[in-house]
């Protein structure tokens, strides 16, 4: 009796020490790999990390690979899980509907891109779908969305011209290179510092 009492304290002890509760991360459709950063979140929560990339890939099979999607893990104490994986965030949706790779550097301070209200009405379409936004109207949604949109430096606009909106992504392409070409000098002024 005495060694079944032992291992269940062990057992007992193995188990306190692994995290449960919930993990939140995102993760690119169709590419859940053992390797950091996820392997070590599952890891430490004792979740068979081979099991689950298969079980997310298998989920998010019919889903361009690579679009990044909000994920949510609930962990059990036997560590079993249960999966949830959301709509790709609404920054992922403006950014594609306005063409831009990046939002702007200095919030209201310079305009990235420009997106109509249909493109926001579709995209609070596709939104509302999420677990936590479910509970929200349309309409609320919408400016959830509009308030993204403008910290990203998006102009929400009622009629775009594709070709005026081509020049403008061509001239909005050299401010970029220069902001990376800035950003590139500051770190390399600071490694000379710091080094």
């Known amino acids: 009796m005495s060694?079944?009492?032992?291992?269940?304290?062990?057992?007992?002890?193995?188990?306190?020490?692994?995290?449960?509760?919930?993990?939140?991360?995102?993760?690119?459709?169709?590419?859940?790999?053992?390797?950091?950063?996820?392997?070590?979140?599952?890891?430490?929560?004792?979740?068979?990390?081979?099991?689950?990339?298969?079980?997310?890939?298998?989920?998010?099979?019919?889903?361009?690979?690579?679009?990044?999607?909000?994920?949510?893990?609930?962990?059990?104490?036997?560590?079993?899980?249960?999966?949830?994986?959301?709509?790709?965030?609404?920054?992922?949706?403006?950014?594609?509907?306005?063409?831009?790779?990046?939002g702007a550097m200095q919030t209201g301070h310079e305009v990235t891109g420009k997106i109509t209200l249909k493109h926001i009405y579709e995209i609070a379409k596709i939104k509302i779908e999420d677990p936590p936004l479910q509970v929200r109207s349309l309409e609320s949604v919408c400016f959830m969305l509009c308030g993204i949109a403008k910290t990203l430096g998006l102009e929400i606009v009622k009629e775009l011209d594709p070709k005026e909106y081509g020049e403008f992504l061509k001239e909005r392409q050299a401010i970029v290179e220069q902001q990376k070409k800035e950003l590139q000098e500051k770190k390399e002024a600071k490694m000379l510092r710091t080094g």
Do not use: W
């Not at 590419?31 to 099991?51: D, E, F, K, S």
């Not at 298998?58 to 949510?72: A, M, S």
């Open 3 to 102: 060694k079944v009492a032992s291992r269940l304290k062990a057992l007992k002890k193995v188990t306190e020490s692994v995290q449960h509760g919930k993990l939140k991360t995102n993760i690119p459709a169709g590419m859940a790999a053992a390797g950091p950063p996820l392997g070590p979140m599952l890891g430490q929560r004792g979740i068979n990390i081979a099991a689950f990339c298969k079980d997310f890939n298998e989920r998010t099979k019919d889903i361009k690979e690579g679009i990044p999607l909000p994920t949510r893990v609930t962990v059990h104490p036997d560590r079993s899980y249960e999966l949830v994986i959301h709509k790709p965030p609404a920054t992922y949706f403006l950014k594609q509907a306005a063409g831009i790779q990046r």
